[in-house]
């Protein structure tokens, strides 16, 4: 059972536009969520992050927003670029301290 | 360079075998993670160590073991190894064991022929 979803496998933004990727969770009790972007053949680099205390964070064009009633949370990137090209993991850091991840969206930015 | 250092980066090993991956985490950092990537699946957590000692397990099969030396590096070993086994290998660390974030290394991409 997925506690953390991520239900588009995939996002296609003209360039200039803004991105909306989203996540579900399921564990009210999860307390911290990150954001990473992964390359091919690369491993993920953790993007942004947002405590559960707070219901935005912000880092430059990057924007991370959590619902916790609808226990949901989205990133913005605005504006995108073709560099912003890759698959962003949602991850939420589970009891234990290990972080449980979703299947990942692949954003794609066009020219 | 993210400072994980994973090795080998590619591996082909026939149904049944053996195999040993390698880990060495980033400078300084105590807690080792490994996770499986299969197709279409996301980031599946296996198994944590801190300073040495298993900290958190996760959907780890039992043909599956792992370890952190000493010197902090790890390795996770494979054995009896199955078609669906073939997946990429995910290694990351953290300096502590409930950190923000985790540096990953680059993968080690298994196929089980």
């Known amino acids: 059972d997925q506690q953390v979803k991520q239900n588009s496998p995939s996002l296609s933004v003209q360039e200039g536009r803004i991105s909306i990727l989203n996540c579900d969770y399921t564990n009210s009790m999860f307390d911290y969520f990150l954001w990473y972007k992964k390359y091919p053949a690369e491993g993920p680099t953790f993007l942004i992050s947002i405590s559960s205390i707070k219901d935005k964070n912000e880092d430059g064009r990057f924007t991370v927003f959590l619902n916790k009633s609808a226990k949901h949370l989205s990133l913005h990137i605005v504006p995108s670029q073709p560099g912003d090209s890759a698959v962003y993991f949602c991850?939420?850091?589970?009891?234990?301290?290990?972080?449980?991840f979703g299947k990942g969206t692949k954003l794609s930015v066009k020219p | 360079d993210s400072g994980v250092t994973q090795t080998p980066k590619h591996l082909i090993t026939a149904t049944g075998q053996r195999v040993t991956l390698r880990c060495s985490p980033r400078?300084?950092?105590?807690?080792v993670y490994w996770y499986q990537q299969s197709l279409d699946q996301g980031l599946q957590f296996l198994i944590q160590?801190?300073?040495?000692?298993?900290?958190a397990k996760g959907n780890i099969l039992e043909r599956f073991s792992a370890q952190q030396f000493p010197d902090l590096h790890s390795e996770l070993n494979l054995s009896s190894l199955e078609l669906g086994d073939s997946a990429l290998y995910f290694c990351a660390s953290s300096v502590q064991g409930r950190d923000y974030g985790y540096t990953f290394g680059s993968g080690t991409r298994l196929t089980v022929v």
């Open positions: 400078s300084g950092d105590l807690s």
């Open positions: 991850a939420a850091r589970g009891s234990q301290g290990n972080l449980i």
């Open positions: 160590y801190y300073n040495g000692e298993e900290r």
